[in-house]
């Protein structure tokens, strides 16, 4: 097992037995997404190919893998808003709570008011910061104040930022820090009320006490919501993911418990990958 193997090992220690015995163990849960086959072209680029994952709900899934790898398609196929790009083609089924999301019957903008995203950059809207948290709410139809009022502080103590704005409702949300936009941005996702947020590389435009933050943050999210995080940070991975999926050239090489995939992984690839050898 190279250094870094056992660095990333030490750090999900740190009762590696125990680990190994709990990551073998994991609590049966039930499957937010089935993904089953899934082939993906950009034109004449095969995205991904013939992917096969199960999402648990209430569980923090991490999707890691080298730049080009797919990662960001195949969250965005989650959502369907990989098909904003023109040419795009799928095969497979992707069920979301018994539901193929692939399928033509599926309602585009219902699926997506179960699922919020949280992009790479911090994105608010040029607005304040009640206005960018209401957003939602309010293209869905509500007007009245009182429920808004309640949904931005709802959502913003639900992004644990409620202390930190409570006094600033009216104020640009471009006045904010990265991390404080970044968990606007969460709160913004959770006003929709969702089942499920995927997260693209949340954390790498932030500092490491911004990362912290919101590393924190998303495991309290668990206890209430599926998530999908996209991330470079291995380290972010081991230390915050139940779930691990290792995807190399469109394909998910591994998919398992994350104590199991950086401690013991299964395929040379994965470990190489793990260790800086590649990537
Ligand atoms: N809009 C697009 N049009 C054409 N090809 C695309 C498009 N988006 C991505 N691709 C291609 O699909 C493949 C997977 O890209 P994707 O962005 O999903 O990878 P990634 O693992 O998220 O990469 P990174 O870590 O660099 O963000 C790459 O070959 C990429 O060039």
Known sequence: MSAIVKEMSIQVKPKAKESIAKATNIQKKDIVYDTKELNLWYGHTHALKNINLEIHEREITAIIGPSGCGKSTYIKTLNRMVELVPGVRTTGSISYKGNNILGKTMKVEELRTKVGMVFQKPNPFPKSIYENVAYGAKIHGIRNKKLL?????????????????????????????????????????????PDVILMDEPTSALDPKSTLKIEELVQELKKDYSIIMVTHNMQQAARISDRTAFFLNGEVVEFDNTNKIFSNPSDKRTEDYISGRFG
């Open 149 to 193: 009022d309640q949904i931005v502080e709802r959502s913003l103590r639900g992004a644990y930022i409620w202390d930190e704005l409570k006094d600033r409702l009216n104020e640009n949300a471009f006045g904010l820090s990265g991390g404080q936009q970044q968990r606007l941005c969460i709160a913004r996702a959770l006003a929709i009320q």
